[in-house]
Structure formats: structure tokens, C-alpha cells
């Protein structure tokens, strides 16, 4: 059974910093796309980051860019996201997606398997 387990949320204050874990199994995770796309209440889904596994290639959202960081561990299934300088309209759950492919796309047809999300919270 193919199963993405998110962890590393919570509250952190504006300009803090969190780092959210993907552990995946279940399927190949050499020749997928793995990341993140996150939905605050009352916002369609948008995608933040995204790694393929086999070449590195990556993707990030324009709102983050600079401040997030996507990096993965192929022996250990495993994509990070590293979130500096948090701002509170980064407030949403954060979900971990993946899907078979070799380029980096916030496309959401191409990842077949998602997370049950995690949230995080900006505020002070």
C-alpha cells in the first residue's frame, strides 16, 4: 500500500522556521515527482515545491522562492522541505504529493498519491 506520511508542522511565530518530512513507500520512488502543495481555508490548492527523484530537478512556488528549500534522501523515501522566514499567509495544510514522472510540475494530475496534509500556523 502506497503511504505518504507527513510530519514537522505546528505554530511558529513570523519569521521563524519549520522543516516538514515526507516518508514515502509503496511504490518506485526512483522514477517519481515527490512534494509539497498546501490549502489555506477558503484558497484553492497551490502547489509550493516539488523534487523529482531521479535527477533533482526542481520546482517552487513564485510566493516562496527564496525562502524554501525541497531536498530528498532516495535510501531513505524520504523529501524534506525546509520553510524559513515564515509569513502568516504561509498559514495552511501543507500536503505531500507524488506521482510517476521525470520533470517538476505543480500539475496536479500527474501525482497520484497524497498525503492526509499537515498544518502549519503563522501567527504570534
Known amino acids: 500500500q502506497v503511504q505518504l506520511v507527513e510530519s514537522g508542522g505546528g505554530l511558529v511565530q513570523p519569521g521563524g522556521s519549520l522543516k516538514l518530512s515526507c516518508v514515502t513507500s509503496g511504490f518506485n520512488f526512483e522514477d517519481h515527482i515527490v512534494g509539497w502543495f498546501r490549502q489555506a481555508p477558503g484558497k484553492e490548492r497551490e502547489g509550493v515545491s516539488v523534487?523529482?527523484?531521479?535527477?533533482?530537478?526542481?520546482k517552487y512556488g513564485a510566493s516562496v522562492a527564496g525562502r524554501f528549500a525541497i531536498s530528498k534522501d532516495n535510501a531513505k523515501k524520504t523529501v524534506y522541505l525546509q520553510m524559513n522566514n515564515l509569513k502568516p499567509d504561509d498559514t495552511a495544510t501543507y500536503f505531500c504529493?507524488?506521482?510517476?514522472?521525470?520533470?517538476?510540475?505543480?500539475?496536479?494530475?500527474?501525482?497520484?498519491?497524497w498525503g492526509e496534509g499537515i498544518q502549519v500556523t503563522v501567527s504570534s
Open positions: 504529493a507524488a506521482g510517476w514522472g521525470l520533470v517538476a510540475t505543480f500539475w496536479e494530475n500527474e501525482y497520484e498519491y
Open positions: 523534487i523529482t527523484t531521479a535527477d533533482g530537478d526542481t
